[in-house]
């Protein structure tokens, strides 16, 4: 079969890697990659309205092997793995994983891992797109304390959907389908090393497979194909209508260095009270005392369906003192921010968003305008998460 997608339009020479799963996408009939950790990161098979609903009513795999993986291990690792999140690991159990942020010395956010304890000094980052391997270097260089850092042979992928258990149980058997949310475990298909996790990036049930041997990529992503065949198993690419839905934030995008965990509704991360010292403790105690100065908001945005935007979109008060139908032009106040995501829910039937501000306009019902590529439109401040505030979907 010829490729869908010709590598050389985004590839020149061998700087950029290739996931242990990329001959399979590329037979898949994979339509776009983009780069992500230095790796490709298959983006779209089909139409993205036709991905999310595979989503949200079957079940689809994804290559996310970008997810590059930091392991620590030595005598100190739980001292530093510790010392990198300002959430306590003493709250995670060898067998658990946990969503953590890594902070910087400001409090700005350096990733947004999620992290598996896979015994006492033995933990694994599974990592958004950032350096986290130099940075860790680099705290560990001057830190005292003994600990080895790698990037391990390990390349995830996902699989989620309402159907991602049986596929899961076909595979590996119920002990392994009935996991519970964030936690693991460590075994092999037919000598296939692999670890499973109850985790993923999409809102619904989902499991991420984390394979341990790259020679090894097209032969598991046969295997979860053939075992979610008769249940019209699909290879999508992440869904960002479906994320943001379910209020997931995506780093570099809704959140960078330069934002706090505060400002993005993450403050519920950050452990003041825990005996053990975390890099930049003091300025997130003064951003907690003091409250953040700016907010990123859930928005509605009026209008016929946009498409995911490619650029920051800025944000205006509302001043035009009427009602345009949503599109057009007219009387806006001051730029006070600017959209990081935004897009149209099938679901909801509207365009669902979020918008860092000001925390004087981040108030729910704040009227605004959003510069967007078809013009300006008006929006609003609305509540986020927009679906399944609680997570009982991926926790059922």
Partial sequence: MTPTF?????????????????????????????VYNHMFLPTRYDDLHAEYERLRTGVTVWDVSVERQVEITGPDAFAFTNMLTPRDLSKCAVGQGKYVLITADDGGIVNDPVLLRLGENHFWLALADSDVLLWARGVALNSGLDVRLCEPDVSPMQVQGPKSKEVVRRLFGDGVAGLRYYWFAETDLDGIPVVVTRTGWSGEIGYEIYLRDGSRGVELWDRVMDAGADLAIAPTGPSDIRRIEAGILNYGIDMTLDTNPY????????????????????ALARVAAAGPRRLLAGVEIAGAPLDLNMARWPVRRDGSGGDDGGEGGGGSGEAIGFVTSAVWSPRLERNIGYAMMPTAFAELGTRLRVTTQDG????????????????EIPKS
């Fill in 6 to 34: 010709d590598m050389a339009l985004i590839q020149r020479g061998a700087r950029l890697r290739r996931s242990p799963y990329f001959d399979a996408t590329l037979r898949a009939g994979c339509r776009a990659y983009t």
């Fill in 376 to 391: 300006e439109r008006e929006a609003a401040v609305v509540p986020k998460p927009f679906v399944d505030p609680d997570k």
């Fill in 263 to 282: 400002e993005v509704g993450l403050g519920w991360q950050v452990d003041h009270g825990q005996e053990g010292d975390f890099i930049g403790r003091e």
